[in-house]
């Protein structure tokens, strides 16, 4: 079975039966190594992931420096989104922070796919949503708590994201220096 | 014609003949007072409203200091979006914040509508998804750029704002102190 389709049966519809109704779209594997773009600036996005192992870091860039948009942690759908969406060059580059095993579609079959299937418009709806909602979540944490704070909350929820990646993309992550966040980080020792 | 069918015809599908075919929920036109709260903190939010005049703000609560997580202008759907969509009481209050008319539609109503119209399905779809890159063109602005630049690209594009919105709105915007703002549009006059 594959990852997706426990995603599938965990999040949205926990009757469906893959073996004899299996999802009318192809799902490949692959692997990357630490440290590989897995979408670059510029390209155009044409895939859907899903991260079985590993982190992956979404990264903009603020005149040549990087700056990370999002972190992904295992068990989690991830693409340069907007470039996805909107059939734009990406502004997002997405990043392996670790040797990464996913899961992925192609957008023009999993388009092919929402003329017929049910579930997978179910799917289409479930990430919007989450994706969104996510996103709102973390502008209310970014307004309402200092970098120390969300640091803190981030070692607390998802100590993982502490272990596998760098102080520096932490940093970029919470928009602060590196020496602020080793400032931070002494204090909380 | 109602507004919500125009923004329809507009953003959505321009052959849709609504005289004919008229959208299966109903829409409702209300007005609300400078300083009126349209959703209030801890209420389950119900309704999906569309801003036809008027501003309005949607405030995060940082330990009895407001913060302003959205500005909505004319010719935008808003909502205590979070609220609308987990059916939890709302962390984000709505607020008036000039004399508003508005179009509005019921949660449970348009749920009927989706499982007949297709029409209404595509605006859940454009709507979501134009919401999700919102939050993200926003987050990646706020990631990159100085309050500086944030307020002179406001004072650029969207001058209505500096028009309508008190300076202390602006600046729980900014995630910034009004006096910091003052200097701001100070350096910048």
Same mark, same amino acid.
């Given at each position: 079975m594959k990852y997706i389709e426990k995603f599938i049966q965990e999040?949205?519809? @926990? @009757?469906?039966?893959f073996k004899n109704n299996p999802l009318s779209i192809q799902i490949f594997t692959k692997s990357f190594r630490k440290g590989k773009v897995i979408t670059e600036f510029g390209q155009i996005e044409k895939r859907g992931y899903y991260l079985i192992e590993g982190t992956v870091l979404c990264i903009i860039d603020d005149d040549g420096e990087d700056k990370v948009i999002d972190i992904i942690l295992p068990d989690s759908f991830f693409s340069a989104y907007n470039s996805y969406l909107?059939?734009?060059?990406?502004d997002i580059k997405v990043l392996a922070s670790t040797d990464c095993k996913v899961e992925y579609f192609e957008k023009e079959n999993l388009k092919k796919g929402f003329e017929t299937s049910l579930t997978l418009n179910k799917l289409g709806r479930y990430l919007k949503e989450k994706f969104f909602l996510d996103k709102l979540e973390k502008e209310k944490t970014f307004l309402t708590k200092t970098s120390e704070e969300i640091y803190l909350e981030i070692l607390n929820t998802k100590p993982e994201i502490v272990k596998h990646i760098p102080v520096k993309r932490i940093a970029q992550y919470l928009g602060i220096h590196p020496e602020s966040l080793s400032r931070i980080r002494k204090k909380l020792t």
């Open positions: 999040h949205i519809d @926990n @009757n469906i039966d909107l059939d734009a060059p990406s």
